[in-house]
């Protein structure tokens, strides 16, 4: 860890040791990683982006070896379709699927096993619905940390398999409510002294930040209107934001773009507040999505982000189940395979344009946050053109397709 570091608490302001073991405050509030004299932070020369934007980042020293080559993913304006479909200008997509694990939570996993190297642990657990679980087995087999993941019931088995290929310990857990299993894991966790790396932890949410780094660079300094995200345990939505603001303190850049909180009407903890003038985020339970990367029903932190939602003037948006499928079909046909929380988005942005909160000329990311590949069930939902011919009435067959 570099000097003039501190962790702190987001709301109350307190200050914790790096030694802590969890991830929250004591009072449940998320913690961050704060740097001393970001006003005077620059961009250096350098061949990975970690090392040009060091100034920004917590770590001593990165290891490379620990990196799997994540980052550098494909920023691309829609095509005309989307943009119609939408109804705005600009829209530019970030390609996140790209990732070695074909997520964006592989930024987050570099950052956390940096980070568990340098805090000399050689074993590390989380909870996941799928995606975090993946990435962190990945990066703990090439770091040589021994990982274990627990997993509710309802994750894909694309999912837990690929946690599985890996080396990782996975724990299938069967319990009636995902937040509550949640909970009492943390519990038991702290009891043996075993970190669970959360989605919304300190050092994944530093990994994150080199997302906003990257678009920086991408866009040659130019600052989009809008970034849309799908919102969960809240870990991506604070990195990205945080990415940019450090810019914004350094006097790099002289505006920071707004967030949309996009969520499941079906789960919309965040997105429901916000829309109710709520400070406080509101708990779902028992309830069903596609979306099974965007469940987390009441997310640790959460009012962190109802808060900054307020503060910036942030957006926030909610889709139904139909809306999600029909978005996943219209990015496919596109040329994107995201996974359905990845879809969600793209409709938000749409009812956000017709109510009139966004503007026609603005520019809006949206970000694919992870690859469709990983989640087939949810395939039940879409027609398909596949037939099963006999080579020998393959021209009649083609004769009715043109
Ligand atoms: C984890 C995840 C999210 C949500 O990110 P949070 O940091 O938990 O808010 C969204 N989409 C996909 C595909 C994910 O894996």
């Not at 304006?77 to 530019?92: H, P």
């Not at 909610?318 to 219209?330: A, F, M, R």
Request: charged share 25%.
């Amino acid at each position: 860890m570099k000097k003039g570091i501190k962790l702190v608490s987001t709301i109350t302001n307190l200050e914790y040791s790096f030694d802590r073991i969890e991830e929250f405050a004591d009072n449940g509030e998320s913690l961050e990683v704060r740097i001393d004299g970001l006003e005077n932070a620059g961009i250096k020369a350098g061949k990975n982006l970690w090392e040009r934007f060091s100034d920004f980042l917590p770590f001593s020293d990165i290891d490379e070896s620990v990196s799997l080559g994540e980052g550098n993913t494909a920023l691309i304006k829609a095509d005309k379709k989307l943009l119609d479909f939408v109804g705005l200008d600009n829209l530019y997509i970030k390609n996140e699927t790209q990732n070695p694990t074909w997520s964006f939570k592989d930024r987050g996993s570099f950052a956390c096993i940096a980070m568990a190297k340098e805090m000399g642990e050689n074993v590390s657990a989380t909870i996941s619905t799928g995606n975090m679980g993946s990435s962190i087995s990945a990066y703990g087999a090439k770091a040589g940390i021994k990982i274990i993941v627990f997993v509710p019931e309802f994750t894909p088995k694309e999912k837990v398999m690929s946690m599985g290929i890996h080396g990782a310990t996975v724990m299938k857990i069967i319990a009636p409510d995902y937040s509550d299993m949640k909970k009492q894991i943390l519990s038991l966790a702290k009891k043996m002294n075993l970190r669970i790396v959360s989605g919304n932890g300190p050092f994944r949410v530093e990994g994150y930040k080199l997302t906003s780094f990257e678009m920086y660079e991408q866009m040659n300094g130019g600052i989009p209107d809008y970034i849309a995200i799908p919102t969960s345990a809240c870990g991506h939505i604070r990195g990205i934001f945080k990415g940019y603001n450090e810019l914004f303190i350094a006097g790099i850049i002289s505006k920071i773009p707004k967030m949309i909180i996009v969520q499941a009407m079906n789960n919309s903890p965040i997105v429901s507040a916000i829309k109710e003038g709520k400070k406080h985020v509101v708990p779902f339970s028992n309830f069903h999505t596609v979306a099974e990367a965007i469940t987390t029903g009441n997310p640790m932190g959460g009012d962190e982000i109802i808060h900054k939602a307020y503060k910036y003037g942030w957006l926030a948006e909610s889709v139904t189940e139909d809306e999600i499928i029909e978005s996943q079909k219209l990015l496919a046909e596109s040329g994107y395979f995201v996974e359905p929380a990845s879809a969600t988005p793209l409709y938000a942005i749409k009812k956000l344009r017709e109510s009139g909160k966004i503007e026609k000329t603005a520019t809006v990311v949206t970000i694919l946050t992870g690859s469709g590949l990983k989640d087939m069930t949810v395939l039940r939902y879409h027609k398909f053109n596949v037939t099963l011919v006999n080579v020998n009435d393959v021209e009649k067959a083609l004769s009715n397709v043109k």
